[in-house]
C-alpha cells in the first residue's frame, strides 16, 4: 500500500491519500479524541502523541498537529497507523458512514446556497483536506462551520470571506455575509 500526502494551507494539518475509498459518503470531523468513539481509525490515530484532529473525506484522512509536535517525526507514525488500519480490513466508521444531516424542505433561497456549496465550494475545499458544512441562512447571514485542515487555518477567513462570500453574494443577492461558526 503506497500512501500519498500533501501540504495543506494550514501548516499545522497535512492530508494523506491512502489510494482508495475511505469514506463511501458524507465526511466525519473528529475534532478531539473525545470525538472518535465511533472511528477506530481516527482512535487510532489520536494515539499518537501529538495528534489533535482527523478528518475524514471520500479518499483522504486530514491529520492535524499541535504547535510542539514536527511533521519530520509525526508523519511517518500517522502513515504507519493509517497503512496498519487499512491492511486489517478494520471499518473507518463503526455504525455505517457519517453522512451529513438532512435537514427540513428548504427554500429556494437556501436551496441555491446549497447548490453553490456543494457544486463549486466543497470540491476545492476538498482539495486541500477540508470540508465546510452549511448550517443555516438567516437574515441575509449564511452560517457555515470549517472542517478539516480548514478548521483553525490561518487562510480560512479570508477564503470565507474574499471566496466563499463573494461568490454567493454574486449568484445569490439576497446573501449579505458569510460567518464562519
Known amino acids: 500500500m503506497f500512501i500519498q500526502t500533501e501540504t495543506t494551507p494550514n501548516p499545522a494539518t497535512l492530508k494523506f491519500l491512502p489510494g482508495r475509498e475511505v469514506m463511501a459518503q458524507g465526511t466525519a470531523n473528529f475534532p478531539d479524541s473525545a470525538s472518535a468513539h465511533r472511528s477506530p481509525l481516527a482512535q487510532r490515530l489520536f494515539g499518537i502523541d501529538g495528534v489533535t484532529g482527523v478528518f475524514l473525506g471520500s479518499d483522504f484522512v486530514s491529520v492535524s498537529k499541535d504547535a510542539a ?103 445569490v443577492p439576497e446573501v449579505v455575509e458569510v460567518r464562519a461558526i
Open 69 to 171: 509536535a514536527d511533521w519530520y517525526q509525526l508523519k511517518p507514525a500517522v502513515l504507519g497507523a493509517i497503512m496498519e488500519h487499512f491492511t486489517h480490513g478494520e471499518p473507518v466508521i463503526l455504525g455505517g458512514d457519517a453522512a451529513e444531516a438532512a435537514g427540513e424542505e428548504d427554500d429556494e433561497v437556501t436551496a441555491q446556497i446549497r447548490e453553490l456549496l456543494e457544486t463549486r465550494v466543497r470540491p476545492a475545499v476538498a482539495q486541500d483536506g477540508g470540508d465546510i458544512i452549511f448550517h443555516r441562512y438567516e437574515d441575509g447571514i449564511v452560517y457555515l462551520h470549517m472542517q478539516g485542515s480548514c478548521s483553525g487555518c490561518p487562510s480560512s477567513t479570508a477564503t470565507l470571506k474574499a471566496g466563499i462570500e463573494n461568490m454567493l453574494r454574486h449568484y
